[in-house]
């Protein structure tokens, strides 16, 4: 497990800036539920998220990218829970950008 610890002044947590990117590779299997590509929350309080993944619940498609995001404040903004309709996870390398 990776874990920073950041100052107030720090560009870092990447959630508090309203404009971002993630670019990485992806390859791997369908099938696989609720982990984590790249994730990063807070080491203080449960609710600030920011996730990429593989869906959290079989019922989606199991090669779909998960993308999940809650705010400081607990909650899920209108669209801030969303799956890729392109297949991510099936044994082929895929590049992910999330902007």
């Known amino acids: 497990m990776l874990e920073r610890v950041h100052l107030a002044t720090d560009d870092l947590p990447i959630y508090k800036h309203p404009d971002f990117s993630i670019s990485l590779w992806v ?35 199991t090669a779909a990218l998960d993308i999940y995001i809650r705010t400081d404040a607990g909650t899920i ?5 969303q799956y890729s309709t392109i297949p991510v996870y099936d044994d082929a390398w895929h590049q992910v950008v999330y902007v």
């Open 27 to 61: 390859n791997g299997p369908p099938g696989q539920q609720d982990l984590r590509i790249f994730s990063e929350s807070s080491t203080t309080a449960n609710n600030p998220l920011f996730n990429l993944g593989t869906p959290n619940s079989l019922a989606v498609s």
């Open 77 to 81: 903004a209108n669209g801030a829970h």
